[in-house]
């Protein structure tokens, strides 16, 4: 069992930055893939990012590749989101997961492990 926190989200205007955590509970941290996923008002939930186990390979969405980062620190059992150059379609409700598939997955049907989310708000 894996309990996720997210934290970081709040109200920035176009242009700007956040940095959203995603803290995890257990001594498995490492053996999971994590990704972040968002979702918009009446949208579905979509992939965002992911990272390997060991971080080494990070995935993005286009919407968001050379604009978001994924990273992780094992040690501190956290993945984080660097989001720059924020748009306001960026405005959603973002969640991290723990999947014990594939980092390659971009289906949150092969996330086993979900946090509350973060809603971050980017006004323009």
Do not use: I
Request: proline share 2%.
């Amino acid at each position: 069992q894996v309990q996720l926190v997210e934290s970081g989200g709040g109200l920035v205007q176009a242009g700007g930055s956040m940095r959203l955590s995603c803290a995890a509970s257990g001594r498995t941290f490492s053996s999971y893939v994590m990704g972040w996923f968002r979702q918009a008002p009446g949208k579905e939930r979509e992939f965002v990012a992911s990272t390997s186990r060991g971080g080494g390979r990070t995935y993005y969405a286009d919407s968001v590749k050379g604009r978001f980062t994924v990273s992780r620190d094992n040690a501190k059992n956290t993945v984080y989101l660097q989001t720059n150059n924020l748009k306001p379609e960026d405005t959603a409700v973002y969640y991290c997961a723990a999947s014990r598939g594939y980092a390659t997955s971009t289906y949150d049907h092969d996330y086993d492990y979900w946090g509350q989310g973060t809603q971050v708000t980017v006004s323009s």
